[in-house]
C-alpha cells in the first residue's frame, strides 16, 4: 500500500524543525528512522499531513559518555549504539537489549530516540530507559523540557511528547560498579517482536558474593515499561544459588498480559517468569545474557 500524500520537510537545524513541528499545528510527525512510521503511513494508520525528517539536522547524532550517563542524540542508530565500545563499557545493559531489537538492517536504520518516543510495549530500549531512571531532552518552538521515564510511557505507542515537540536526546545514567544487568526474552523466530522479555538490574556485594538488591522491567507483557522491586526477596541472597521463587511470583503478579494470536496471556505470565528467573541469574553470577 501506499502512503495517504504529505508534505516532506527537510530540516538542517533543530529550529527549523520545532519551527515546522509548529507551523504543521498538530498534523506534523517527526520522521526519524522510518522503520515503525513508514509502515504506519503504508497501512494508512497514520496520516500526518507533514513529515519533518531530522535526519539532516546537524548536531544530533553524537553519542556522549559521561561520568554519570551516555547521552543519546535523536538521529543515532540503534547500530551505533550496539557498536559504541565507551557506551557498552559504561552500560552494558545498552547492548544487551540492543541486540534483541529487531534485524540488522533494521537497527541500521531505527533510531534509538525514536524507539523510545514510539512507546512499544514490546520494544525493549524504553524498558532499558525506566529501568536506569533515564530521561529524554525535548525542544518545541517556545519551550525545553526533560521528561522522566516514568512519565514518557503514558499508554501502549503513546509517550507524553506533544505534537510540536522534538525529543533531541536519551540519557541512560549509568549504574553503581557493583551492579550488574541482564536482558532476556523469547520470540517465535530470530528478531521478531519477544512474546515476553525482561532487563534486570542486580545490585551485589562482590566480596561476599550475595545479592543486596535487585530490580526488574518486563518488555511485552505490559502496556507501559513498570519497574518491579525485587529487593526484599533477594537481597541476602548468594549469587551463585539465588532462590527466584518468591521474586518471579511478586513479578508474576505486577503484570498483566493480554491474549494475543502469538499467546494466550497464561503462557505469556509464565514466559515472563521463565526470562526473569534467567536474567537475574544471570545477572547474578555475571553471566552475558544469552
Ligand atoms: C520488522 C520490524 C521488526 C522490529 N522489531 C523490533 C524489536 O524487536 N524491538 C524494537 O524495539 N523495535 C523493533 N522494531 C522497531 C524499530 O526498532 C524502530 O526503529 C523504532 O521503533 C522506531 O525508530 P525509528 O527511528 O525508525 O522511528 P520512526 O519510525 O521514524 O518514528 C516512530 C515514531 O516516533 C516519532 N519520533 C521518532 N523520532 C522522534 C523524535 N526525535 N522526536 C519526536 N518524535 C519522534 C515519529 O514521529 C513516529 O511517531 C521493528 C521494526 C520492524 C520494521
Given at each position: 500500500?501506499?502512503?495517504?500524500?504529505?508534505?516532506?520537510?527537510?530540516?538542517?537545524?533543530?529550529?527549523?524543525?520545532?519551527?515546522?513541528?509548529?507551523?504543521?499545528?498538530?498534523?506534523?510527525?517527526?520522521?526519524?528512522?522510518?522503520?515503525?512510521?513508514?509502515p504506519?503511513?503504508?497501512?494508512?494508520?497514520?496520516?500526518?499531513?507533514?513529515?519533518?525528517?531530522v535526519n539532516?539536522?546537524?548536531?544530533?547524532?553524537?553519542?556522549?559518555?559521561?561520568?554519570?550517563?551516555?547521552?543519546?542524540?535523536?538521529?543515532?542508530?540503534?547500530r551505533?549504539?550496539?557498536?559504541?565500545?565507551?557506551a557498552?563499557?559504561?552500560?552494558p545493559?545498552?547492548?544487551?537489549?540492543?541486540?534483541?531489537?529487531?534485524?540488522?538492517?533494521?537497527?541500521?536504520?531505527?533510531?534509538?530516540?525514536?524507539?523510545?518516543?514510539?512507546?512499544?510495549?514490546?520494544a525493549?530500549?524504553?524498558a532499558?530507559?525506566?529501568?536506569?531512571?533515564?530521561?529524554?531532552?525535548?525542544?518545541?518552538?517556545?519551550?525545553?523540557?526533560?521528561?522522566?521515564?516514568?512519565?514518557?510511557?503514558?499508554?501502549?505507542?503513546?509517550?507524553?511528547?506533544?505534537?510540536?515537540?522534538?525529543?533531541?536526546?536519551?540519557?541512560?545514567?549509568?549504574?553503581?560498579?557493583?551492579?550488574?544487568?541482564?536482558?532476556?526474552?523469547?520470540?517465535r523466530r530470530?528478531?521478531?517482536?519477544?512474546?515476553?522479555?525482561?532487563c534486570?538490574?542486580?545490585?551485589?556485594?562482590?566480596?561476599?558474593?550475595?545479592v543486596?538488591?535487585?530490580?526488574?522491567?518486563?518488555?511485552?507483557?505490559?502496556?507501559?515499561?513498570?519497574?518491579?522491586?525485587?529487593?526484599?526477596?533477594?537481597?541476602?541472597?548468594?549469587?551463585?544459588?539465588?532462590?527466584?521463587?518468591?521474586?518471579?511470583a511478586?513479578?508474576?503478579?505486577?503484570?498483566?498480559?493480554?491474549?494475543?494470536?502469538?499467546?494466550?496471556?497464561?503462557?505469556?505470565?509464565?514466559?515472563?517468569?521463565v526470562?526473569?528467573?534467567?536474567?537475574?541469574?544471570?545477572?547474578?553470577?555475571?553471566?552475558?545474557?544469552?
Amino acid at each position: 500500500m501506499k502512503p495517504p500524500p504529505f508534505r516532506h520537510v527537510a530540516p538542517r537545524t533543530v529550529d527549523e524543525a520545532v519551527t515546522a513541528l509548529a507551523e504543521a499545528d498538530g498534523h506534523g510527525k517527526v520522521l526519524a528512522g522510518g522503520q515503525s512510521l513508514v509502515p504506519l503511513l503504508n497501512m494508512r494508520l497514520a496520516a500526518p499531513s507533514v513529515l519533518v525528517d531530522v535526519n539532516g539536522v546537524t548536531g544530533l547524532d553524537g553519542i556522549e559518555v559521561t561520568d554519570d550517563a551516555v547521552v543519546v542524540g535523536a538521529t543515532v542508530r540503534h547500530r551505533d549504539l550496539e557498536r559504541h565500545a565507551a557506551a557498552d563499557a559504561a552500560l552494558p545493559v545498552l547492548r544487551q537489549a540492543l541486540v534483541h531489537v529487531a534485524h540488522p538492517v533494521i537497527r541500521n536504520r531505527g533510531t534509538v530516540v525514536g524507539s523510545l518516543v514510539h512507546a512499544d510495549p514490546a520494544a525493549e530500549l524504553p524498558a532499558v530507559l525506566v529501568l536506569l531512571g533515564g530521561h529524554v531532552d525535548v525542544v518545541s518552538r517556545d519551550d525545553r523540557r526533560s521528561i522522566d521515564a516514568e512519565a514518557l510511557f503514558v499508554a501502549p505507542l503513546e509517550s507524553s511528547l506533544r505534537p510540536d515537540e522534538l525529543a533531541v536526546s536519551a540519557t541512560f545514567p549509568r549504574l553503581a560498579a557493583t551492579t550488574a544487568t541482564a536482558v532476556r526474552e523469547l520470540a517465535r523466530r530470530h528478531g521478531d517482536y519477544a512474546m515476553a522479555g525482561v532487563c534486570v538490574a542486580v545490585d551485589r556485594d562482590d566480596e561476599r558474593a550475595t545479592v543486596t538488591g535487585a530490580r526488574a522491567v518486563f518488555i511485552g507483557v505490559t502496556d507501559t515499561p513498570t519497574l518491579v522491586d525485587l529487593g526484599e526477596d533477594l537481597a541476602g541472597q548468594g549469587c551463585h544459588d539465588l532462590d527466584t521463587v518468591a521474586a518471579v511470583a511478586r513479578a508474576r503478579d505486577a503484570i498483566d498480559p493480554t491474549d494475543d494470536i502469538h499467546a494466550t496471556a497464561d503462557y505469556r505470565r509464565h514466559l515472563a517468569g521463565v526470562m526473569l528467573a534467567r536474567a537475574l541469574a544471570d545477572a547474578a553470577t555475571g553471566r552475558e545474557d544469552a
